[in-house]
Each structure stands twice: as structure tokens, then as C-alpha cells.
T-cell receptor, first 112, second 113 residues
């Protein structure tokens, strides 16, 4: 699976949009971009995933660049409860490994 | 909303003892996983399980570890003879099928003394 690069940390004001970047310049055509987060020491929480089109669900939006070498997770109105470590993971589906490979992630702190 | 549950939330055991960590995956999910996270470190994959057999395992998952689905709802991780370095958070996860997103439980904190 391709490697991802994320900033170590980011701050965001409560109520504002949080834009979390991720670089995956070696991504292959059959690799999806997944986002998970981990609040304190809880289990990782699935947020969203996509292949090449932008995706939106009740939690967030995922914007993938046209060349697929980077993506941005958008939390439209960040709350204090969104403070967590966010993981951008690239994963092959349809025949690839079943495991998720977690990096160090990016610590998002939402400030009041 | 269905969720993965794990018991116990915290387990303390002495070195050399056997421990069994329990998980109840989401009911219609077919793939089950164990991950662990040593304090301050990354989440690491241990094993995946499908159709009553191990589908994939990592180098961490040696002969001291085993998994089982003893009935239609539980999924267990057994560590035969615990070592100090087994102290970690252990997370169970499940997915609807192989290529679907994985949903994680709240974890079991294992402390080996």
C-alpha cells in the first residue's frame, strides 16, 4: 500500500471548517483513501473513504485531487468533540491486503 | 446504530498467565480483526479472520496468539503466556465483507505485571 504524509498537528477554532491535508503521491489506481480518527485512547472510528470522486457523508467531506496524489478531509463545523488524531490511510481493495496500516496520524485540536 | 463491543475494558494479569479478550462484532459482518496499540505507539494489525479461519496475520501474531469464533456472536483473542511487552490496548474490528470499511470496538486495555 502507498504511504501517506500528514502534518503532525493542526489547530482549528470551534465552529470553523477544519481542512485536514494528506499526501499520497505514490497511490496506485486501485487504492482507496480512507480516513479514520482516534479520540483519546478509544478505538479508531471510520470517517469516510473514496477512490477518485469527492465524497460526503454525515461526518465529513473528502476531496481528492484529480491526479489523486493528495486529498483533504473537511469537517465543516468543527466541535470540541472533533479533537482527535486523524489517520489518512491508503488501501488496496479487491484482492489487496485486508489490514489497515496506521501511521502516526495528525493531531487536530479544536479550540473554543 | 450497531457497534462492536469488547470485554473486559481493562484486564490485569501476571506474566506467564493466559488471557482471553472477547469481542462481539457487528452481527451481519463477515470479517473480523484484531489490532493492538502499545501506549504512545501506532495501531498495529495482528490478524484477520473469515469463515472460521485466519485470513491474514502479521509477524506479531506468533504461536502465543490464537483467535476463535466459539459461537455465532463472539470473537476471541487468546494470549497463551503473556509477556510484559504484551501490555497494550487491543482493538477488535469487523467489516461487512473483505473490501468494506472496518468498524472498531472501544478496546481492552491489557496490563501485564
Amino acid at each position: 500500500d502507498a504511504k501517506t504524509t500528514q502534518p503532525t498537528s493542526m489547530d482549528c477554532a470551534e465552529g470553523r471548517a477544519a481542512n485536514l491535508p494528506c499526501n499520497h503521491s505514490t497511490i496506485s489506481g486501485n487504492e482507496y483513501v480512507y480516513w479514520y480518527r482516534q479520540i483519546h485512547s478509544q478505538g479508531p472510528q471510520y470517517i469516510i473513504h473514496g477512490l477518485k470522486n469527492n465524497e460526503t457523508n454525515e461526518m465529513a467531506s473528502l476531496i481528492i485531487t484529480e491526479d489523486r496524489k493528495s486529498s483533504t478531509l473537511i469537517l465543516p463545523h468543527a466541535t470540541l468533540r472533533d479533537t482527535a488524531v486523524y489517520y489518512c490511510i491508503v488501501r488496496v481493495t479487491q484482492g489487496g491486503s485486508e489490514k489497515l496500516v496506521f501511521g502516526k496520524g495528525m493531531k487536530l485540536t479544536v479550540n473554543p | 446504530e450497531p457497534e462492536v463491543t469488547q470485554t473486559p475494558s481493562h484486564q490485569v494479569t501476571q506474566m506467564g498467565q493466559e488471557v482471553i479478550l472477547r469481542c462481539v462484532p457487528i452481527s451481519n459482518h463477515l470479517y473480523f480483526y484484531w489490532y493492538r496499540q502499545i501506549l504512545g505507539q501506532k495501531v498495529e494489525f495482528l490478524v484477520s479472520f473469515y469463515n472460521n479461519e485466519i485470513s491474514e496475520k502479521s509477524e506479531i501474531f506468533d504461536d502465543q496468539f490464537s483467535v476463535e469464533r466459539p459461537d455465532g456472536s463472539n470473537f476471541t483473542l487468546k494470549i497463551r503466556s503473556t509477556k510484559l511487552e504484551d501490555s497494550a490496548m487491543y482493538f477488535c474490528a469487523s467489516s461487512l465483507d473483505r473490501d468494506y470499511e472496518q468498524y472498531f470496538g472501544p478496546g481492552t486495555r491489557l496490563t501485564v505485571t
